[in-house]
Nanobody, 125 residues
Framework: QVQLVESGGGLVQAGGSLRVSCADS????????MAWFRQAPGKESEFVAS????????RYAGSVKGRFTISRDNAKKTVYLQMNSLKLEDTAVYYC??????????????????WGQGTQVTVSS
């Protein structure tokens, strides 16, 4: 069973940095395909980044490429999202997601089997 718990959200000024984490507190192994999504108020959920179980393949949404970095520590069963040069439009609830197998539609919510409860990231001017 996978139980994802996000942490590290908060309030940060535009241009600042923040790192959010997603820990799997369940008994499952660490070889899940992982991703971050976000949802801003009044907007649809948006893919942010994904990473394969061994970190070999990483993908980013165009809106965050060059500013965000996804990584994972399988020994700790934790996935991270380092967010730099934050913009007002990065304000959203950030969710991590896990897939039992590598999806072909990795940017689609329906490809993931498990979700965390989300952590709020607010960027202020």
């Amino acid at each position: 069973q996978v139980q994802l718990v996000e942490s590290g959200g908060g309030l940060v000024q535009a241009g600042g940095s923040l790192r959010v984490s997603c820990a799997d507190s369940g008994r499952a192994g660490s070889n899940y395909f992982m991703a971050w999504f976000r949802q801003a108020p009044g907007k649809e959920s948006e893919f942010v980044a994904s990473i394969t179980w061994n970190g070999g393949v990483i993908r980013y949404a165009g809106s965050v490429k060059g500013r965000f970095t996804i990584s994972r520590d399988n020994a700790k069963k934790t996935v991270y999202l380092q967010m730099n040069s934050l913009k007002l439009e990065d304000t959203a609830v950030y969710y991590c997601a896990a897939a039992r197998s590598t999806p072909t539609a990795w940017s689609t919510r329906g490809s993931y089997d498990y979700w965390g409860q989300g952590t709020q990231v607010t960027v202020s001017s």
